[in-house]
Each structure stands twice: as structure tokens, then as C-alpha cells.
């Protein structure tokens, strides 16, 4: 078979097939009188094998070595082509996220693409000031994508860059609470704790549910915080979570300010007071767990608040006795 004919049956052009032979990797077995090329069926079938293995990504030399080396084994070979493959599918999905999130900003012109850029290569820079640089002037300059926002944050372990980032999808509304979300159910809690740190940041109705609705999160870390973001803005839903968070010591003292700031509104200070001494009375409390109930009643006004301190300052517990009787001389001189 002539090579323009063996050209149109292999989907293999001619030039190819010259390249080929130049390389030693198909020699066509014979020749006409006339001095043209010619295929026979082994060649033919030949070609086709080189294609087959050109598909999987072979180089040509590579190519060579798996047909004419009787000592070559193909599993060291398809290792390493399933390690560049995968290298080549992240970069490419790498790549595609990089365009969605350029044409998900709307830029105006070239110049808006070319700032977008930049913006999103800093936040991936291994320099922390280029990082929080590029947080800051993602809302005064042109608006970075929320999604590569909220993926900065929930991997940001600079306290300083975590917060400038906090602090721009803060801006940026609800559009991130969604992608935030996400991050309170990762396997890491790394980042659920960032997760729960960003929306509490988001001052919107929709960062409340969320925040509400982490209030029965498994992570104990993740409870708190909503908890004590709640707190600060009002939520009487809160109040359980700060006092188990004051029973098991864990950022008690913020949740106690965050319940004296709610026990400021006359219609949660009773609720306050009454599940404080309830847990003061229940039995197997441990000692220390009822000295910070007992200081946790220190900024909770009401008549319930002074009864219970006056009935702890008589408490078996030298240390929640002590404690109760300073508190009640401070509020009778107030």
C-alpha cells in the first residue's frame, strides 16, 4: 500500500508518517519500481499501535521503547503518566476556576481583567503582607470573586491576613455565607473554626440563621463561637450554649460578658438568672464548674440574682461562698 493510501486509512498524514520513518519508528518493508513507498500489512499495523499509544500520552521516543524494547515494562511508564496527568488536570482546573472567577467579577475592560489577576495571585502568595494587601484593596479596588474571598479565608492561617480577609467578605453581604457554610461541614477543624469566625463577622440576617443553626454543630469550637457572636447581637437563642460553655470552662469569660450583655434586655434577665442557679443546683457539678456559675452572676440584675447570691454565700464551697458574699457587697453599694 502506497503511503497516500495508507495516509487516508490511518487518519495519519503523510509528513507524520515520513517523521515517523525518520525516527525509526515505522520503515515502510519495500519500495516500487518507481521508488515509492510501500506499506504491507505489518507496517499498517505498526501505525496504528504507535497512534494507540501516542492517545495515552507517550512521547514518540517513549513510543519506540514500548514497541522494540523486549525488556521494557509498562507499569513504570503508566505511573508516570498517570502522575502527569493528574498535574495536568489540577492545572487545568486550576486554570478554569482562575476564568470563572474573572468573568464572575464582570470586568469592564482589559485593565479590570489584568487587576483581578493580580489580586488573585496575591491572595496565593506565600507572603503574608502580600496576602492581607490584597484582601484590604479587594473591596476598594476592583471586587475579588467571593468564592476565591471565602476559599482564602477558610485556608488562611495568619491571624492578621485571616482577619483583613474576614473583614472583606464581611463586606462583600451574603454573597459568601452560602460558600462558608460548606466549610462548618469540612472533615477539618481548622476550618470549621474559620468558617464559624467569618460568619460571625457578616452582619446580615442570613449570617444568623447560620450562625443559629451551628448552635447544634458537633464541633465544640464552632458551638462557641456562633454562640458568642449570638450573644453580641441579641439572640436569646444563645443563652443555653454560653452557660455550658461557663460549666466546662471554655472561653468562659467571654461568655459571660456575652450573657451580661443579653441580661441588659429586661425580657432575657430573669431567663439568665433562673438557668444560672439551675445549674448551680444541680448535683454533680464539679467545684470549679460552680465557682464560675457563681461569677457568671456577678452583671445579671434582678431580685433572682440577689436571692441566689445570698443563699451561695453561705455554699459549703469555702471558694463559691467567698465569692458570692464580694458579689453581693458590690451590688449593694452600686
Excluded at 67 to 95: H, K, M, N, W, Y
Aim: charge should be negative.
Amino acid at each position: 500500500m502506497l503511503i497516500g493510501d495508507v495516509a487516508r486509512r490511518s487518519g495519519v498524514s503523510a509528513r507524520m508518517l515520513r517523521h515517523y520513518e525518520s525516527l525509526g519508528l515505522v520503515r515502510p518493508t519495500g519500495r516500487t519500481e518507481a521508488g515509492y513507498r510501500e506499506y504491507s500489512s505489518e507496517d499498517i499495523q505498526r501505525i496504528f499501535h504507535i497512534e494507540i499509544l501516542r492517545s495515552l500520552g507517550l512521547s514518540l521516543r517513549e513510543v519506540g521503547r514500548a514497541l522494540d524494547d523486549p525488556g521494557f515494562t509498562p507499569s513504570e511508564l503508566v505511573d508516570d503518566l498517570i502522575r502527569q496527568t493528574r498535574e495536568r488536570i489540577a492545572a487545568e482546573t486550576e486554570l478554569l476556576t482562575r476564568l470563572r472567577r474573572i468573568g464572575a467579577a464582570e470586568p469592564a475592560g482589559w485593565e479590570d481583567v489584568l487587576r483581578i489577576v493580580a489580586l488573585l495571585q496575591a491572595l496565593g502568595s506565600e507572603s503574608a503582607g502580600k496576602r492581607q494587601r490584597a484582601a484590604l484593596s479587594s473591596v476598594e479596588e476592583v471586587s475579588v470573586p467571593v468564592e476565591a474571598l471565602v476559599e482564602a479565608a477558610l485556608s488562611e492561617t495568619d491571624p492578621n491576613v485571616a482577619g483583613a480577609l474576614r473583614w472583606a467578605l464581611a463586606r462583600s453581604g451574603d454573597s459568601g455565607v452560602a460558600l462558608l457554610a460548606e466549610g462548618l461541614d469540612s472533615p477539618v477543624a481548622a476550618v470549621r473554626k474559620r468558617a464559624v469566625q467569618s460568619i460571625a463577622e457578616i452582619p446580615s440576617g442570613a449570617a444568623t440563621a447560620l450562625l443559629q443553626q451551628a448552635l447544634t454543630n458537633s464541633d465544640v469550637v464552632v458551638r462557641s463561637c456562633a454562640a458568642l457572636a449570638l450573644g453580641a447581637r441579641g439572640a436569646a437563642d444563645a443563652v443555653p450554649t454560653l452557660i455550658d460553655m461557663i460549666v466546662e470552662g471554655t472561653n468562659d469569660v467571654d461568655a459571660a460578658d456575652a450573657l451580661s450583655t443579653l441580661a441588659s434586655d429586661p425580657a432575657l434577665t430573669e431567663q439568665i438568672a433562673t438557668r444560672l442557679v439551675g445549674c448551680l443546683a444541680q448535683s454533680g457539678i464539679e467545684s470549679s464548674a460552680r465557682r464560675r456559675l457563681t461569677q457568671a452572676l456577678a452583671d445579671i440584675p434582678g431580685i433572682t440574682t440577689s436571692r441566689a447570691l445570698a443563699d451561695l454565700s453561705d455554699d459549703e464551697d469555702r471558694a463559691v461562698a467567698l465569692t458570692a458574699t464580694y458579689l453581693l457587697k458590690l451590688r449593694s453599694a452600686q
